[in-house]
């Protein structure tokens, strides 16, 4: 069984979206072994994406991501972390398949509803920078 990390990002949390996107992760055959709502400070928020620390879009992903609460959780299947990433869809909702969260609810390519890890390696540090071990429920 694989996990990966997951974030309702606060678009979502803020328009009431967090049983229609946890519905859709359950439905594919992914299950919460961890989650809690939180508020992030700018620190933790631009730890969280110092890989995108010069680009253009950084500023503005920080404003956002601290605009609100948001839900970080861990979710565990098979191919839990490119299986998360299909029912998200593409960064920019105009791109994400039919039938995505991001294509059903984003507001824009930033305000994109929804957060997955992008391989392994992101997983493991993302699920640790948010959660110790005896938080997850395996
Ligand atoms: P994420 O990390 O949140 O799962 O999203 P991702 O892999 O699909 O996208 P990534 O390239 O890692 O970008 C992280 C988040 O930054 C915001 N973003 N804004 N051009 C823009 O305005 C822009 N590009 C990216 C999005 O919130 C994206 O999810
Ligand atoms: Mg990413």
Not at 38 to 64: C, T, V, W
Not at 71 to 81: M, S
């Amino acid at each position: 069984m694989e996990r990966t990390f997951s974030i309702i990002k606060p678009d979502a949390v803020k328009r009431n979206l967090i049983g229609e996107i946890l519905q859709r992760f359950e439905r594919n055959g992914l299950r919460v072994v961890a989650s809690k709502m939180i508020r992030l400070s700018r620190e933790q928020a631009e730890g969280f994406y110092a890989e995108h620390k010069g680009r253009d879009f950084y500023e503005p992903l920080i404003e956002y991501m601290i605009s609100a609460p948001v839900i970080v959780q861990v979710l565990e299947g098979e191919g839990a972390i490119a299986k998360n990433r299909e029912i998200m869809g593409a960064t920019d909702p105009s791109k994400a398949a039919e039938g995505t969260i991001r294509a059903d609810f984003a507001l824009s390519v930033r305000e994109n509803s929804a957060h997955g890890s992008d391989s392994p390696e992101s997983a493991a540090r993302e699920i640790a920078y948010f959660f110790s071990t005896i938080e997850i429920c395996g």
